[in-house]
């Protein structure tokens, strides 16, 4: 038998439903602060995502030449694919510019529980303000989105300037193993590497650092920086607003491009794989071949809030089958669209049995019979069977839709 490729999943109607109910509340919610939809394919040239994060980046992706000889890449994440869209297309557009997306990606990972090679991300970009309301308003959008969809997660928040001041004594290149070792959270190899470049020094500062959880502290530690007034009005900023929030000056982030704020959600009912959002501000446009451009974003991890819901059952649909004898057969097309043109789902006997096994496959999945044989063809009444009580009621097909609908038949 053959399978599905390793690290991706099948969804079969029950989850798909599910999933879709999610996706919806989170298209909702980020519309009703002014975001709208792009939409990217789903490769790029490979270029796009290593001209900020080098060759490196290239062993966690799916990488291929296509037939022109182009190295290509299947999209591991949409910031870059969405700002290279806004360099081409949207420098003319009004700014700030307000976008969502909700779009699979790809990465070649070791696949475990809530960690796929294949899964979705539902993020926004706003391109093109850079204010301390611009990145409180992200992280505003990231925690609405996240309550609506339903989970318990705290909310991480802090700034690179923290790390960036406390590390500004190391040359540029160790101070990226710096930020990796604290993204994936591996204290051991940050401490050996601290030691193996004589900065073992830092190791008790950079600890402090990551467990303060007070501003002030955190600015004593990490010494003077430059953005400390726009740290401070950000913070202002989510706590007028009520967030619920977490300080924390330890985010590293995994990927190369953030510039300022930085956070994270975790959901509180996960294992290891349990960060659900992540994002802060950054710059990419001008690498691309376009302006300066300050832009702050998150992407949510949807599968991993899938799972954090855990197995919750959507509102059922009301379901219709309609089973009929030969002599019906025309009137049970007519009485099926009639049905279906009111919006209910409405599912056809497809097997000519008896009317009393359609009757039995009917009552295993629908909650309404629409019995119609040549009596009803004749009269143009329909017979409705309610397939949980077994009453049975004949109406005119006219009033048959609004009693189903109604969930009151007579
Ligand atoms: P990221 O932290 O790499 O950020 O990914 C965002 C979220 O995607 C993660 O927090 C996690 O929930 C989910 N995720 C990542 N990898 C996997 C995986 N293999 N399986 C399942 N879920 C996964 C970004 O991608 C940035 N583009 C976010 C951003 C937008 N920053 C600014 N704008």
């Known amino acids: 038998m053959l399978q ?4 991706t999943r099948d969804f079969l109607p029950g989850e798909m439903e599910q999933r879709r109910a999610v996706e919806a509340a989170m298209r909702d919610t980020a519309r009703r602060w002014g975001y709208r939809e792009v939409c990217t394919p789903e490769f790029e040239e490979l270029e796009l995502f290593t001209i900020r994060s080098g060759e490196g980046i290239i062993g966690e992706m799916y990488v291929f030449e296509d037939k022109g000889g182009r190295n290509m890449a299947l999209r591991p994440e949409l910031t870059a694919p969405v700002l290279r869209l806004y360099v081409n297309e949207g420098r003319v557009l009004r700014k700030p510019l307000r976008w969502f997306y909700f779009a699979d990606c790809f ?27 611009a990145d409180a308003e992200v992280i505003m959008v990231g925690d609405d989105v996240l309550r609506r969809a339903g989970i318990r997660f705290s909310l991480h928040v802090g700034h690179l300037g923290f790390m960036r001041s406390l590390l500004s004594g190391l040359p540029p290149e160790d101070q990226r193993p710096v930020r990796m070792f604290l993204d994936k959270k591996n204290w051991q190899g940050l401490e050996d590497f601290l030691c193996s470049t004589g900065n073992a020094d830092l190791a008790g500062p950079l600890a402090d650092l990551v467990q303060c959880r007070d501003l002030e502290q955190a600015f004593s530690i990490a010494g003077g920086m430059p953005e400390e007034e726009r740290v401070r009005e950000t913070f202002a900023i989510l706590d007028d607003a009520g967030v619920n929030y977490t300080l924390d000056a330890g985010i590293a982030r995994g ?14 009912n996960l294992g290891a794989e349990n960060q659900v959002m992540g994002g802060g501000t950054y710059r990419l446009a001008h690498l691309f071949g376009g302006e300066d451009t300050p832009s702050c974003g998150f992407a ?6 899938m799972v954090a819901r855990g197995d919750r ?83 005119p097909l006219a009033g048959a839709v609004d009693g189903v609908r109604s969930g009151d038949p007579r």
């Open 313 to 395: 059952e959507p509102a059922a649909e009301r379901v219709v089958a309609v089973v009929y004898s030969p002599e019906g057969r025309a009137y049970a097309l007519e009485v099926a669209r009639e049905f279906r043109n009111a919006g209910i789902r409405t599912e056809l006997d497809l097997t000519g049995r008896s009317i009393s096994s359609q009757l039995s496959q009917a009552a295993k999945g629908a909650n309404y019979a629409i019995i119609l044989g040549r009596r009803e063809a004749e009269t143009r009444q329909v017979t409705i069977k309610n397939l949980a009580t077994g009453v049975q009621v004949q109406v």
């Open 255 to 268: 990927l190369d491009y953030y510039t300022g704020t930085v956070f994270e959600a975790f959901a509180e």
């Open 107 to 133: 990465r070649y990972e070791r696949p475990q529980k809530g960690r796929y090679r294949q899964f979705w991300q539902f993020g926004i970009e706003l391109i093109g303000v850079d204010s301390a309301l």
């Open 4 to 7: 599905r490729p390793r690290g």
């Open 300 to 305: 949510i991890g949807f599968d991993r809030v």
